[in-house]
Structure formats: C-alpha cells, structure tokens
C-alpha cells in the first residue's frame, strides 16, 4: 500500500492484504484492517470490506503457524495448559504444511504434546515433501545432528538444505 517500487494503489493493496488476511496471516489482517480505516489507517474509497469485518477468527480457525506462533508463546510464557489446549487445533489441520511443520517443532520439544523426536522428524519430511523451507531446514537438521532420525546423515541434511 505504500508503492515502493511501484505505483501507489490502495485498491491492490487491500486486495492482497484481503488474500493473506484470509489465509489466517495476522500482520495482513491488521494491515487490512489500518487500510480500510479500522484504526489510524488512511481508508480507502469504495465498496471494500468494512473495518468491522475484518476483525481475525477465532484461534482454532487461524492456520498452523498462527496457531504454532500462540502455542510457543504460551510455552515461553510458563502457561503449559495453554499451550496444551492450543495444539489441538494443529492435529485438526494436520494436512496443511504450515500445521506439520508446527506440530513437528511441537512435538520435537515436547510443547504440549509428549516429546517425540522421532514422530517431530516425520511431521518435518511431510511438510518438507510438500516444499516447506522451515521444514526442509529443520528435517537437514535432525539429519545433521543425528536427533529424530535413525542415524546422523550428513549427505541426507546437505540433501535437505539445498532443496
């Protein structure tokens, strides 16, 4: 919404902000929500979404990585029931890389869930065969390390990293 690079157009811009926000990404939606006038935003003409209606889901129907960020927050913040109660959404998602990886970082440290280093390695390759980078850097590092996989496998985590 600010055209750097390009010209100036609050139009696209709430069109893509309305895209992410609907995908469960929180900076999109208060970004979405500044753009139509919600808060201190500039608004925008026409007949796009209200700032009232841009208000985020509830938790449970945000995407994983919503529902990870909450999750790891809950767990730094000493609230273990929090976190506990949070994950259950993840396993109700669980076909979507972002959820995978989230529930293999989960489960790799033990946050809300058993600890499991093992299942957090196969959550890890399901979201990295589907092309996610932050599962693709965790499951090289499980091969580096040798922590989750059968045995440390160099070749295998260069494999991961480079894909």
């Known amino acids: 919404d600010e055209g750097r690079g390009v010209p100036r157009d609050r139009a696209t811009a709430v069109d893509l902000y309305q895209k992410a926000a609907d995908q469960g990404h929180d900076k999109a939606q208060r970004a979405l929500l500044v753009c139509c006038g919600g808060e201190e935003g ?84 399901k979201a990295a065969d589907q092309g996610n980078a932050i599962a693709r850097y965790n499951l090289g590092k499980c091969y580096y390390t040798g922590r989750g996989c059968v045995e440390q496998n160099h070749k295998k985590a260069a494999d991961w990293y480079r894909k």
């Open 42 to 125: 500039q608004g925008v003409q026409g007949d796009g979404p209200s700032a009232s209606a841009l208000h985020p889901p509830p938790s449970s129907s945000l995407p994983g990585k919503t529902l990870y960020e909450r999750i790891r927050e809950a767990h730094e913040d000493g609230r273990t029931e929090d976190a506990e109660v949070l994950i259950t959404p993840l396993f109700e998602i669980a076909d979507t890389p972002d959820a995978q990886v989230a529930l293999g970082y989960c489960i790799f440290h033990g946050i809300g869930v058993q600890q499991d280093e093992a299942k957090a390695a196969e959550w890890y390759e």
